[in-house]
């Protein structure tokens, strides 16, 4: 659990882009420390009860588990964490549409990730249901209605993949640098399915001419004024700001010390730099096993969500086995990065997401928003 940060940490401030570890200067260090040890342990007790309220799988009770499935939903990956979905039930049908007030326009332009992360809540809730006795289907999507999910009564089997809905995160750290073993990359392999190409790189060469992609499309991203401003709109810079909007990017889940906005706004300027993020995705992607890319074959809004699926089936089966994983989305968000990976990778398609996975610790829990904000009817 989250537990107050010491002033040591304050040695090291991860920048965020989604988690980064930056030096930062004498003058940020001296202006930080003043402040940032009190304001740290402000509201981390309140956080772990939050964490722990959010992250189980509710009863399911008598009848269909209509809350139970939404509730497991909401838990999936989504891009930022601005939870862009809205849940209506009726008997034993869920729909999930898009919540368009949620969009990211600077990183996310054509609702790409938008769409992907209903592909996460789908998938998720998918592969919850099974544990409640139930077994659901994909029945429609429309890119303005969302997807219709129908579901019927099954023999209760929670299988691996449900039981790991709780355990998988963002993990944002270095990894331990241990290989995967050749039968846990062919199960995960299958996570493509019949509609996603899964590439899995595990080469060293191949994986160091990845990083030069992400290093790239990363560096074009922190030069970006607008995509600094809404990354840091989405940073939640301490436990009080992430309790009372249960959104967003919480800094100590990135491995950062917290602080107050105003204070945490000033120290990302400092340490947000193109040499600070390269040095750490070059640790990043060093410390990992491997990097997985998965692109779908129809692409658009539909293939988009099918590539969010697919990510979700290769979260839960690695989380199963052990494993940690953490997008490094850069070469398909920077337009002229992804022509040229798409290229690199021998595909026609457009590369939807780009994961690393490996071994690594256990870093504090993103939260989400209670159901009753996104249930509406
Ligand atoms: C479509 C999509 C794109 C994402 N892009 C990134 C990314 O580029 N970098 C990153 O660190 N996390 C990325 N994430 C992870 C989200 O930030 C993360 O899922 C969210 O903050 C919730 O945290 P959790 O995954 O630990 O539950 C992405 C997630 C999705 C679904």
Same mark, same amino acid.
């Given at each position: 659990m989250?537990?107050?940060?010491k002033a040591r940490v304050l040695?090291q401030f991860q920048?965020?882009r989604?988690?980064?570890?930056i030096?930062l200067s004498?003058?940020?260090l001296i202006?930080?420390?003043?402040?940032?040890?009190?304001?740290?342990? %402000?509201?981390s007790?309140a956080?772990?009860?939050?964490?722990t309220?959010t992250?189980?799988l509710?009863?399911?009770?008598?009848?269909?588990p209509?809350?139970?499935l939404?509730?497991?939903?909401t838990?999936?990956?989504?891009s930022?964490?601005t939870?862009p979905?809205?849940f209506s039930?009726?008997?034993?049908r869920?729909?999930?549409a898009?919540?368009l007030?949620?969009? %990211?326009?600077v990183?996310d332009?054509?609702?790409?990730h938008?769409?992907?992360s209903? $592909?996460?809540?789908?998938e998720?809730?998918l592969?919850?249901a099974?544990?409640y006795?139930w077994?659901?289907?994909?029945?429609?999507?429309?890119?303005?209605?969302g997807l219709?999910?129908d579901?019927?009564?099954a023999p209760s089997s929670?299988g691996?993949?449900?039981?790991a809905i709780?355990?998988?995160?963002s %993990?944002? =750290?270095?990894?331990?640098?241990?290989?995967?073993a050749?039968?846990?990359l062919?199960?995960l392999a299958?996570?493509?399915?019949p509609?996603v190409?899964l590439?899995?790189i595990?080469?060293? $060469?191949r994986?160091?001419?990845? %990083?030069?992609f992400?290093?790239?499309?990363?560096?074009?991203?922190v030069?970006?004024?607008?995509f600094?401003?809404e990354?840091?709109?989405?940073?939640r810079?301490d436990?009080a700001?992430?309790l009372?909007?249960?959104?967003?990017?919480f800094?100590?889940?990135?491995?950062?010390?917290t602080?107050?906005?105003m204070l945490?706004e000033r120290?990302?300027?400092?340490a947000f730099?193109?040499?600070?993020?390269?040095?750490?995705i070059?640790?990043?992607?060093r410390?990992?096993?491997?990097l997985?890319?998965?692109s779908s074959?129809? $692409?658009?809004?539909?293939?988009?969500?099918?590539?969010?699926r697919?990510?979700?089936?290769?979260?839960l089966?690695a989380?199963a086995?052990?494993m940690?994983?953490?997008?490094?989305n850069?070469?398909?968000?920077?337009?002229?990065?992804?022509a040229?990976f798409?290229?690199?990778?021998?595909?026609d398609l457009?590369?939807d997401?780009v994961v690393?996975?490996?071994?690594?610790?256990d870093?504090p829990r =993103?939260?989400?928003r209670?159901?009753a904000?996104?249930l509406v009817?």
């Amino acid at each position: 659990m989250l537990t107050c940060l010491k002033a040591r940490v304050l040695l090291q401030f991860q920048s965020s882009r989604e988690g980064d570890i930056i030096m930062l200067s004498r003058r940020a260090l001296i202006l930080a420390a003043g402040t940032l040890p009190l304001a740290a342990c %402000t509201g981390s007790d309140a956080y772990a009860r939050t964490v722990t309220e959010t992250w189980r799988l509710l009863p399911g009770g008598a009848g269909f588990p209509a809350g139970a499935l939404v509730h497991a939903a909401t838990l999936a990956a989504n891009s930022h964490n601005t939870q862009p979905w809205r849940f209506s039930v009726s008997e034993r049908r869920i729909h999930i549409a898009p919540d368009l007030s949620q969009r %990211t326009p600077v990183v996310d332009p054509d609702d790409h990730h938008l769409f992907a992360s209903l $592909g996460c809540a789908a998938e998720t809730m998918l592969q919850a249901a099974p544990g409640y006795g139930w077994r659901g289907a994909v029945q429609a999507f429309d890119p303005r209605q969302g997807l219709t999910l129908d579901f019927i009564p099954a023999p209760s089997s929670p299988g691996e993949l449900s039981r790991a809905i709780l355990r998988r995160a963002s %993990t944002r =750290s270095e990894y331990d640098g241990r290989a995967v073993a050749q039968d846990q990359l062919r199960a995960l392999a299958a996570a493509g399915g019949p509609r996603v190409d899964l590439a899995l790189i595990t080469d060293a $060469g191949r994986l160091g001419q990845a %990083t030069d992609f992400i290093v790239r499309g990363n560096a074009a991203q922190v030069r970006d004024p607008a995509f600094r401003r809404e990354l840091k709109a989405w940073i939640r810079f301490d436990a009080a700001e992430a309790l009372a909007r249960r959104d967003g990017l919480f800094a100590a889940a990135s491995g950062n010390p917290t602080s107050p906005r105003m204070l945490g706004e000033r120290l990302f300027d400092l340490a947000f730099t193109e040499k600070g993020e390269t040095d750490k995705i070059v640790r990043q992607m060093r410390s990992s096993a491997g990097l997985a890319v998965f692109s779908s074959r129809e $692409g658009g809004p539909a293939g988009w969500v099918e590539a969010g699926r697919a990510y979700t089936r290769f979260a839960l089966q690695a989380t199963a086995a052990g494993m940690k994983l953490a997008f490094l989305n850069q070469p398909v968000e920077d337009v002229p990065s992804r022509a040229e990976f798409s290229r690199w990778l021998g595909s026609d398609l457009r590369p939807d997401l780009v994961v690393r996975f490996g071994y690594g610790p256990d870093m504090p829990r =993103s939260l989400r928003r209670p159901i009753a904000q996104v249930l509406v009817s």
